[in-house]
């Protein structure tokens, strides 16, 4: 088996590493506080505006938000899977979540 070689922009495979981690740890930051911002934006309305908020959740259409819910359920683990040209003897990849930037070996 051949030696892992770094890709062409970076000097050896400790900077590839670092570039990696860096870069994985920009995203959360970023959907931390995006996300961090959404959910007090809507304790903020949920606590000044209670009634309207009352009232907006007895105009939801459950069935409607379930429909929806389960097709981007169905179309991301459609989009995810293996390809049928691929066939079912590939072993399917791991979550999104497992693929961390693994030290040099």
């Given at each position: 088996?051949?030696?892992?070689?770094?890709?062409i922009q970076f000097a050896?495979?400790?900077?590839?590493?670092?570039v990696a981690q860096l870069g994985m740890w920009?995203?959360?930051?970023?959907?931390?506080l995006f996300f961090g911002g959404l959910i007090l934006a809507y304790a903020v309305y949920r606590y000044g505006y209670p009634a309207d908020l009352a009232a907006a959740a007895r105009e939801?259409?459950?069935?409607?938000?379930?429909?929806?819910?389960a097709?981007?359920?169905?179309s991301?683990?459609?989009v995810?899977?293996?390809?049928?040209?691929?066939?079912?003897?590939?072993r399917a990849s791991p979550p999104f979540f497992c693929h961390w930037p693994r030290s040099p070996a």
């Open positions: 088996m051949p030696e892992a070689q770094p890709a050896d495979l400790r900077q590839q590493h670092e920009t995203f959360l930051a970023t959907e931390v939801t259409k459950i069935v409607i938000g379930s429909a929806n819910t097709i981007l359920l169905v991301s683990f459609l995810a899977g293996p390809s049928p040209r691929q066939g079912l003897k590939r």
